[in-house]
Structure formats: structure tokens, C-alpha cells
């Protein structure tokens, strides 16, 4: 059977970087050169970075990757890297307007496409053809779609490439791989990290693999994106659809493995089906074993096999299999990869944050010291009247412990003279306390370029229970898809897990285990306004996530009255979530792109 040694890149690409992107682009082919790969796959729009949103609408911007794309071609080449074959997805375009049935928006003028390069040239291209258009995608309003399955035929192997949602849908090219008689499918994706996703993605690609009867190999981009984060865990698996290499999750990584394949076949090609014969690569490369970009793929090819695709002397390779981390794990990892991005992306240095000495604020200071390290975290404790002595000691302690930048700013005095000039009492002075510690933490943010991370979760999110231009200020919100319940989860694993490797507990346990408070009055709780966040945790799961309406919560065992109160919260709370800042997405229906309700709403049916 014939030997592919096949390379995937997970990148970290960021929109619009073309150049940046490109070098990340060119270090992976040396290093997957250096192991002996035939062919190096990288994520669907890796050049670009994903998503690019109605940049696809500027004919400048489609001009600019596809200017990119056929340089990016001839600088592999000039750098002795021409040889070897490379998939890389970016948009193209700008094509003239037109429309295929109901499958996109007749103004689309790009196109969504996977580039093969070989020898300084750009030899085929392969257009997407399911558009996604529901969850946080729009990519049917953007992009033209393609009609045809591309097959790549080297080595005496054929390899099919579809990119994404190609392999998400039935019908269209995925169907025309076994007919192919492809030997390996290969996908190219920009699948965003969910919760529980990979109890569905996996067995996708173990799905397509035993129905094909083919390898397929999974290649995903890396990194965040303003609210998407792109998880990698990169994979391979066999014709029975086994695990034969996997990347690990939140790192860029070059997974490189050795893969026995069916060989091509002589026969009329079905319809819709593109084949191109690429030039097998030179022979002799591989002699150093540079290691990619994380772990090492073993040791390098020491020969190359023949032209036709016959194994020649190899040194054996042991492909990385990595080991999925359990489920807070994972979403730590998630939050704090899509925090440090967007701190990182967008141009900041540091990042500061109101410390009260409870458990958002403390998970979300730990969250930040893991994501740009400590030394760039800057804490500042702003006690009231009302705050407790345990609010300013749990505050104290958390900074000690994470060893970030901590002061303190008491608001009393600039409180007191607002709230006698206007003439404020009740949840009106009670907000003034919130606004005065927003404009605190905006004017340190303006005088020393910190970018203001929101601590509120989810679940306050959902009913309304912040203040607007108060706790809610701030250019970035790491909780605003985790629930309370799971705040408190991660706490006490992320403490686990310090203590296991021996390290100091980020988060003082005071502040895990006291009642949550806004301490706006005396002696307040959260549970003075809410039910108990278990109960209410449980119900926004079914309204939100589930799309449960009233009746049915009710028949769930919900109490009626608590049902008709968090439902009107959660509808009359949407001009506040409209403007609040982003945060990363890790459930299936999070805050912003997910779900789109309108403001100005009168329910006549709330059954």
C-alpha cells in the first residue's frame, strides 16, 4: 500500500494579518519539511483567520489574500519548500455576484476555498459548498459556493479535500468521496470550541471515515477570535474510523503521522469530481528532525518513498496521540486561551479589574494571571460603606496569592457628594455605587492603557442583575458564558489543581464558600433579587439553551411564579446584554451572536 506521511498545522491565525499569518504558514511547512511530510494541510481560512465576516464583502480585502495566497506559493518555493504539497484555506474573490439554487445570497463575492500549492504555483483550488447559516455563522450571506469535490492524486494515493460544514452535511461532495475511491479525505476546518462538542464532532469523522471506507484526516485552526474560540484537536482516523493521531487542544501544534493507503484506482471520475496529478516530491529531505511547532512528531523520514507511491526504507514514526483533558479542564483552558488572545490580538499589555473578594471576580483575576501572567494583572479594591471586612481581607489575600498589582480605591467620598446633589436613594444609590466603581476603573484604564475585564456571569447576565455603565463596564467579559454554578465549579478545580502540582491555590476559599453578595446595602445577598443559583442555573439552561416556554418549564417541576419571574427578567434584560462587552463562547447558545432577540418586545403568548 502506498505511504503518505501527512502534516496538520493548527495555527493561531489573526484576521486580516496576512503577512503575519504567512510567516506562521512558512515556519510550519519548514518544520513539517524537516519531518518528512508529503503534504501540510493548515485550518480553513489559516491565511486569513477566521471569521472574516463582511470583510468578504470588500473586493480589496478578497484581492489582498488572493495576492497573498499566489505569493505565499512562491515564497515557499524560493525558500526550498516548493516541493512539498500545501493546503491552505483563505477567502477569493471578488467574483461577480451570482447565485447556485437557494444556496447563498445573490450579493456574495467571495468564495470560501482550500489552495493547493506545489513548485511556487497555486495548481488547484477547492470553493466550500455548504454554506453554514445558524448558530454563530453567516456564511451563506457572504460566499459563493462551490460545486464540485476536489481530488488530489500523489504518491499513487487520491486524496479528496472538502472543507468544514462539507463534512458536517449529507449530500453534495462528502457523498462523491467513496465513488472517488479516494484513499484519504481530507477536511479543513474552523469548528469553534463548545462544551460537549467533542461528544458530536469525533464521531463525525468516525462516521465518514467507516462510511467512505477511507482515512480522514481533521486539521481545525487555534486561538481566539473576539467570542469564538477555536479549540485545534487536530485528528486522524483510520477506514475503521480508530484514532491514529490526535493534537491536543488550545496550542498550536504540527501533527505529523505516517499513513498506509489505498491506492488510487483507474477509473472515470463521477460527476462533479476535479482530480489533479501533482508532482511527487524530491526525494532525501528530512535529515535534521526540527521539531514543530509543539511535542515532536518523531523521527524523521530517512528516505522518501517512490514516485508511485512504493514505501521506501522509513524510519518508523510514532504519531502524537494526545490525551483529551477532563471537562473543567477543557473549559478553563477555553476561557483562559480566548481571554489571553484577545488581550494579545488587539494590542493590550495588561489588563485591570475591580476586586470585591468574591468569587467572579477572584475566578476571573486567576483566569487573567493564567492567560498574560501575573506581573500584567492589575487588581484594585474599591470597598463602600457597606463593604464587609471579609470583601477587603478576601481581596487582600486572593492578590498575595496570584501576585498581581493590587490598590485600593474607597469610593464613600466620591459617592457621598452625587448622591446628595441628586437627591439619589434606594437602587438608584445603590447603582451610583456601581457607576462610581466603573468610572474608577475606565479612568485608570484611560490613564494607563489596561484594558477593563467585566467579572459578571452568565446567569447575571441573563436576568439583568448588573448595572448598566457600573459593574458592567469593561472591554471583555471571560464569564459571560459561564453560568454561576460552573464559576463556583471552576474555582474549586482550578484550586485542585494547584494543589496537586504543589503550588499556592489561586483563590481563597472564603471567597468560594461565603453567600455571593453585591454589597450594595447592608447585609445584602444575591438571593435577596434571585432564586438559588442551582434553581436558577437549571431553568436558564431550559429557556435559553433548550428554548423551553413557560408551560413546559412548569411541567419540568419548576415553580410556576419563579418561572413567570426569571422568564420576564431574562426578555426585559436584553437592551442591557446588547451592550455589554464580548466574552468567549463555550456553550451551544451563548449571549450576542447565538441568540438574537429584539429589545423592544410585548409578549402575547408566553406559554
Not at 145 to 171: F, H, N, S, Y
Amino acid at each position: 500500500m502506498p505511504r503518505l506521511r501527512l502534516a496538520l498545522a493548527q495555527t493561531n491565525p489573526i484576521v486580516g494579518d496576512l503577512e503575519g499569518n504567512s510567516g506562521e504558514i512558512v515556519a510550519a511547512v519548514r518544520r513539517a519539511r524537516d519531518a518528512g511530510a508529503d503534504l501540510v494541510a493548515f485550518g480553513e481560512m489559516a491565511l486569513s483567520g477566521y471569521p472574516i465576516e463582511d470583510l468578504a464583502s470588500r473586493p480589496s480585502f478578497l484581492a489582498a489574500c488572493r495576492r497573498r495566497a499566489s505569493a505565499l506559493a512562491a515564497e515557499l518555493d524560493a525558500a526550498g519548500l516548493g516541493d512539498i504539497v500545501v493546503v491552505v484555506g483563505h477567502p477569493d474573490g471578488p467574483f461577480e455576484p451570482r447565485r447556485f439554487t437557494t444556496s447563498n445570497a445573490p450579493t456574495a463575492i467571495a468564495q470560501n476555498v482550500a489552495s493547493v500549492m506545489q513548485n511556487g504555483e497555486v495548481v488547484a483550488r477547492y470553493a466550500k459548498h455548504h454554506l453554514p447559516n445558524y448558530s454563530v455563522f453567516d456564511e451563506y450571506r457572504i460566499f459563493i459556493p462551490g460545486d464540485e469535490l476536489l481530488v488530489l492524486r500523489m504518491r499513487g494515493v487520491d486524496v479528496a479535500l472538502i472543507i468544514c460544514e462539507d463534512m458536517w452535511q449529507d449530500g453534495g461532495p462528502v457523498n462523491r468521496v467513496a465513488s472517488a475511491d479516494a484513499g484519504l479525505l481530507l477536511v479543513i476546518n474552523a469548528s469553534p470550541y463548545e462544551r460537549d462538542k467533542n461528544e458530536v464532532r469525533l464521531p463525525l469523522v468516525t462516521r465518514r471515515a467507516v462510511e467512505n471506507d477511507t482515512c480522514v484526516a481533521y486539521v481545525n485552526i487555534v486561538g481566539g477570535q473576539d467570542d469564538l474560540l477555536f479549540d485545534g484537536d487536530s485528528v486522524v482516523v483510520d477506514r475503521q474510523g480508530r484514532i491514529v493521531a490526535r493534537a491536543p487542544q488550545f496550542v498550536p501544534h504540527l501533527l505529523v503521522v505516517d499513513l498506509d493507503l489505498e491506492g488510487a484506482t483507474v477509473h472515470d471520475l463521477p460527476e462533479n469530481v476535479a482530480r489533479v496529478q501533482l508532482a511527487a516530491p524530491e526525494t532525501g529531505h528530512g535529515e535534521s528532525g526540527v521539531p514543530p511547532m509543539t511535542g515532536d512528531p518523531g523521527t524523521p523520514r530517512a528516505e522518501a518513498s517512490a514516485a508511485d507511491g512504493t514505501p521506501s526504507a522509513l524510519t518508523p514514526i510514532t504519531a502524537d496521540i494526545a490525551v483529551v483533558p477532563d471537562e473543567l479542564e477543557q473549559i478553563w483552558g477555553a476561557l483562559v486561551l480566548g481571554l489571553g488572545d484577545y488581550v494579545r490580538k488587539n494590542g493590550f499589555g495588561s489588563v485591570i479589574l475591580g476586586l470585591s473578594g468574591g468569587i467572579d471576580s477572584s475566578v476571573v483575576a486567576a483566569m487573567a494571571a493564567d492567560a498574560i501572567g501575573a506581573s500584567k494583572v492589575y487588581g484594585v479594591s474599591m470597598p463602600s460603606r457597606w463593604s464587609s471586612d471579609h470583601s477587603r481581607s478576601d481581596a487582600d489575600d486572593l492578590a498575595e496569592r496570584i501576585g498581581l498589582h493590587y490598590e485600593t480605591q474607597a469610593i464613600a467620598d466620591l459617592v457621598t457628594p452625587v448622591e446628595e446633589q441628586l437627591g439619589l436613594d434606594g437602587i438608584a444609590a445603590e447603582n451610583l455605587q456601581a457607576r462610581i466603581r466603573g468610572i474608577i476603573l475606565m479612568g485608570l484604564s484611560n490613564q494607563r492603557g489596561h484594558l477593563v475585564l467585566t467579572t459578571g456571569n452568565k446567569s447575571e447576565l441573563a436576568v439583568g442583575y448588573s448595572t448598566i455603565y457600573g459593574d458592567s463596564v469593561g472591554g471583555f467579559a471571560p464569564l459571560k458564558d459561564v453560568p454561576k454554578m460552573l464559576v463556583w465549579e471552576l474555582a474549586r478545580w482550578r484550586n485542585l489543581f494547584a494543589s496537586r502540582r504543589g503550588e499556592t491555590p489561586p483563590i481563597p476559599e472564603n471567597s468560594i464558600s461565603k453567600p455571593p453578595s453585591a454589597e450594595l446595602r447592608p447585609d445584602q445577598t444575591d438571593q435577596d433579587s434571585l432564586p438559588e443559583y442551582d434553581v436558577l442555573d437549571a431553568l436558564l439552561e431550559e429557556y435559553i439553551n433548550g428554548g423551553l416556554g413557560r408551560t413546559e418549564l412548569i411541567a419540568r417541576g419548576f415553580d410556576e411564579a419563579t418561572v413567570d419571574r426569571i422568564i420576564s427578567l431574562v426578555d426585559h434584560s436584553e437592551w442591557k446584554r446588547r451592550q455589554s462587552a464580548i466574552g468567549t463562547k463555550i456553550s451551544r447558545t451563548a449571549f450576542g451572536r447565538d441568540r438574537r432577540l429584539p429589545i423592544t418586545y410585548r409578549p402575547t403568548d408566553v406559554a
